[in-house]
């Protein structure tokens, strides 16, 4: 069920709804994606970490977010930034609940809540066309080692997205965006996101990668097909917590269409 109700320090609440996840979304969305990290999809692995059972991709969660705000909106959402704080997992079975604010500057405010009330997922997103040159990369702060990983390290992965990819991805998050549909629609950012999921998750840092904070900046609108290359790059390690910060960017025939800053915490890594 939606609400929009006024509160008294000039925020809107666009959406309230409840969530409950299952193995099979994890799965999906791990399909869509590419990221396979066994924290979402193997429950042995996941057992012997710090959530003691499979969690949902950072990415997933954007993407049911991004379909909240299209849910009340009278005209198609693109955009223009997305930052996120991931402070708790979210897991299956569980009842949780996603608000979704709007300020009266336009800002909006995410936030998904577990059972008991306790903070998952914060986000703020600024709605408006992708516009803006990247800036640059971030600077390389520190050259400690950790776990096999070392500062300047980076990986990649390209993916062709077609319009079955975000036929998909549309029935996984039932997002009624009209973007997202007609001859040649445009790449969901939920799916762009998954990219960086993808390379986070499976090359660098690599499988039992717990994901912290991103930001995303949107530079260019990007209509199916077409092949994505995504690159993150390791700007700084501190060992003594299990961080670490990458860049990363993703391409379009050589044009960047996204940008961004990942934290991650290491320490469940899966043996190199």
Request: hydrophobic letters at 40%; aromatic letters at 6%.
């Amino acid at each position: 069920m939606f609400a929009l109700l006024l509160s008294q320090d000039a925020e809107v609440i666009r959406t309230k709804t409840s969530l409950v996840f299952t193995q099979h979304q994890f799965t999906e969305y791990a399909r869509l994606s590419g990221d396979n990290n066994p924290i979402h999809v193997d429950p042995i692995f996941a057992a012997g970490t710090r959530f003691r059972r499979t969690v949902a991709h950072g990415m997933h969660l954007f993407a049911l977010l991004q379909r909240g705000i299209a849910a009340t909106s009278t005209s198609p959402v693109r955009l223009q930034t997305q930052e996120f704080m991931f402070r708790a997992p979210t897991f299956t079975g569980e009842a949780l609940q996603m608000t979704i604010r709007e300020q009266d500057d336009g800002t909006i405010h995410e936030e998904i809540t577990g059972p008991s009330g306790a903070i998952a997922v914060t986000g703020t997103a600024r709605l408006g066309d992708p516009k803006g040159t990247p800036p640059p990369g971030s600077a390389i702060t520190e050259s400690e080692a950790y776990e096999g990983l070392q500062v300047g390290m980076a990986a990649s992965r390209s993916r062709l997205y077609t319009s079955a990819d975000i036929d998909g991805y549309s029935r996984l998050v039932n997002d009624p965006n009209p973007l997202f549909a007609g001859a040649t629609p445009e790449l969901p950012p939920g799916l762009l996101g998954g990219m960086v999921s993808w390379v986070l998750g499976v090359d660098l840092p690599g499988p039992g990668t717990n994901w912290l904070k991103q930001s995303f900046r949107f530079h260019r609108i990007v209509h199916v097909p077409a092949e994505v290359t995504t690159t993150a790059t390791i700007t700084r390690i501190r060992p003594d917590k299990g961080l670490v910060n990458l860049s990363n960017t993703c391409t379009v025939d050589g044009e960047a269409v996204v940008s961004g800053d990942s934290l991650v915490l290491a320490v469940d890594l899966a043996r190199r």
